[in-house]
């Protein structure tokens, strides 16, 4: 079976920095997709950050570009989210996600197979 669990959430002020982390048990870990989506209420799931943990290519969502980092740990089955000087906009709930293909298949969330529970980032201004 498997498992996302996420770590690492919280509450910042604007300017502020958070590290997101998701151990994934259970999974092939090799050559699939890892990332995270996030979840504004009344927004729909947008993706955020993703990293191919096959070759180590990251994609970014153009809001968060310059402020976060995917970075992965082969040895702990473990990707991060690094996020830096951190906005208001930023608030939401992050969903850890993965996938067994190339992360070009994932960027709609209905496409993703397997989810962590989420964890709250809150900034303030």
């Known amino acids: 079976q498997v498992q996302l669990v996420e770590s690492g959430g919280g509450s910042v002020q604007a300017g502020g920095s958070l590290r997101l982390s998701c151990a994934a048990f259970?999974?092939?870990?090799?050559?699939?997709?890892m990332g995270w989506f996030r979840q504004a209420p009344g927004k729909e799931r947008e993706g955020v950050a993703a990293i191919y943990t096959g070759g180590g290519s990251t994609y970014y969502h153009d809001s968060v570009k310059g402020r976060f980092t995917i970075s992965q740990d082969n040895a702990k089955n473990t990707v991060y989210l690094q996020m830096n000087s951190l906005k208001p906009e930023d608030t939401a709930m992050y969903y850890c996600?993965?996938?067994?293909?190339?992360?070009?298949?994932?960027?709609?969330?209905?496409?993703?197979?397997?989810w962590g529970q989420g964890t709250q980032v809150t900034v303030s201004s």
């Open positions: 996600a993965a996938g067994p293909r190339a992360c070009r298949y994932y960027s709609d969330s209905r496409d993703v197979p397997y």
């Open positions: 259970g999974y092939t870990y090799s050559s699939n997709c």
